[in-house]
Structure formats: structure tokens, C-alpha cells
């Protein structure tokens, strides 16, 4: 028999939770470094949507203080109240730092054109290129549309032609029912057709209907002249629709501020 003793060695624990390793040394630090690792991506993409929130955000503010910079400038450009500007596109801080704008939209109401009012100017601005100091600048074109109601039409008709209570009413795209009251002694209705002649809406009486040609004077053939459009804008054509006359106006290579 051998002499040495054949009792079983006594397991060593580690810490009383039962985690301990050989020699008692814990496994816990390399149990969790893994876990710590696999934290990493997480934060990153958190750290990452947070920064582009707050980019964002930047960004919208910096847009609605320059829109509003816009209107100061397009103002002095002929129009009698400060228009609504909208800057397109995103992001915006980059078309700042370039100082190029491709796209900014404009609406307006209530413009004084000569003897007319112009409502609902809605038009847009393409490639606007400031100076380096970010108070001037060029417009390479402007394209937008106004409305000249029929009674705004009627009011500037009724004293280009020396008639009293003029009326004006859609036929079709191009042609108009006019109502007057001539001379102060006959009132009747005609048909004339509206166009564009240069930088004024030209009335042509086609059809007397019940008002006397003798008595017509400057109702048979009149203009309306539309000065100083605003931008340097030129009117290109004319449309009636059931509001009134829709004008079709444009510009091209408009410098504005200082």
C-alpha cells in the first residue's frame, strides 16, 4: 500500500459569490471587456444623430434670419411693402458659405403698378449670387405670375377710355364683356379682346353689342399701362380667368442692394 495519504485535496474558492478563478483572482475584468466594446458603436451612432440635430436646427434658424434679410433687400427693389421670401433648398448653411442661391421663392399682395393694384405675386428667383460682404448681389432670372382684378382692371379702364362705371367680365383667356355707361346717356354691353402690348394691357372693343359705336370714343380702343414693375420685371403676357387678368411677369440679370 502506498504511504502517501489518499484523502481528496479541498476545492479553492474564490470570492463568495462563486466567480473567483484560479489563485482566487476574480474573472470579472475579462468578462466585461467585451461588453464595454460592444458599447462603442451605440455611443457613436447616439453622438452621431445628436450632432446632426443640432446641425439641423442650426441650419433652419440661419435660414429664417436670412429670409427675412431677403425681404429687406427685394424690397428696395420696387416693391411697396415687404414681400414674403422662402429660401429652397438643404441644406442652407452650405449655399451661405458659397453665397450662391439656386432657388428662392417670393410672394407679395397689394403692388401699386401705375394705375393698378397687382395681387398674389408669386415668383421665383433663380441663381442669386452675393458679393462678399452680403449686402448686394445679381438675380440671373425672375419668373412669377400677379392677379389684376376686374375691378381694379374696370377703375384704371373706366379712366383710359373717359367712361363712366365700367364693368368688366371673363369671356374666354382672351376676350372680355365690357359694360358702360356712355356719355352719361346709354349703357350697354360689348365684347373686346385683351392682350399684351409691351409693358401694357391693350383693350380692342371687337364686338359694339348693345353700346352705340357713335358714341364710343376712347371705350373702342384704350390701354392700361403697367410701370415700374417691381425687380425690373417686364410683362410678358396676359390671361383672363374669373378673377380678373392673370399677368405673366419676368426678369432677367437684376442687380440689387447696395
Do not use: C
Request: glycine content about 12%; overall charge positive; aromatic content about 6%.
Amino acid at each position: 500500500m502506498s504511504e502517501y495519504p489518499t484523502q481528496r485535496l479541498p476545492i479553492q474558492h474564490g470570492n463568495e459569490g462563486g466567480n473567483g478563478g484560479l489563485f482566487g483572482e476574480p474573472e470579472d475584468r475579462y468578462s466585461r471587456t467585451p461588453r464595454r466594446r460592444r458599447r462603442w458603436p451605440l455611443i457613436l451612432i447616439i453622438v452621431v444623430v445628436v450632432l446632426a440635430a443640432l446641425f439641423v436646427v442650426a441650419d433652419r434658424v440661419a435660414v429664417h434670419i436670412a429670409d427675412n434679410q431677403f425681404a429687406t433687400q427685394i424690397q428696395k427693389q420696387g416693391f411697396t411693402s415687404k414681400p414674403d421670401v422662402s429660401i429652397q433648398g438643404f441644406p442652407f448653411l452650405t449655399q451661405l458659405a458659397a453665397r450662391d442661391f439656386k432657388d428662392v421663392h417670393i410672394t407679395a399682395n397689394g403692388e401699386k403698378a401705375g394705375p393698378v393694384t397687382i395681387d398674389d405675386i408669386n415668383a421665383t428667383m433663380k441663381d442669386i449670387r452675393l458679393n462678399s460682404g452680403f449686402n448686394s448681389g445679381t438675380v440671373a432670372s425672375i419668373d412669377g405670375t400677379g392677379l389684376i382684378t376686374f375691378g381694379s382692371l374696370a377703375k384704371a379702364g373706366s379712366s383710359a377710355a373717359g367712361v363712366a362705371d365700367l364693368k368688366i367680365g371673363r369671356v374666354s383667356n382672351d376676350e372680355a364683356k365690357i359694360t358702360a355707361n356712355v356719355a352719361g346717356l346709354f349703357s350697354g354691353s360689348g365684347v373686346a379682346r385683351v392682350t399684351r402690348s409691351g409693358d401694357k394691357i391693350h383693350v380692342r372693343l371687337i364686338s359694339a353689342g348693345g353700346l352705340p359705336t357713335a358714341l364710343l370714343g376712347g371705350l373702342g380702343n384704350f390701354t392700361i399701362p403697367l410701370p415700374n414693375l417691381p425687380m425690373g420685371m417686364t410683362l410678358q403676357s396676359v390671361t383672363l380667368t374669373s378673377q380678373g387678368a392673370l399677368v405673366h411677369i419676368t426678369g432677367h440679370n437684376i442687380a440689387f442692394g447696395n
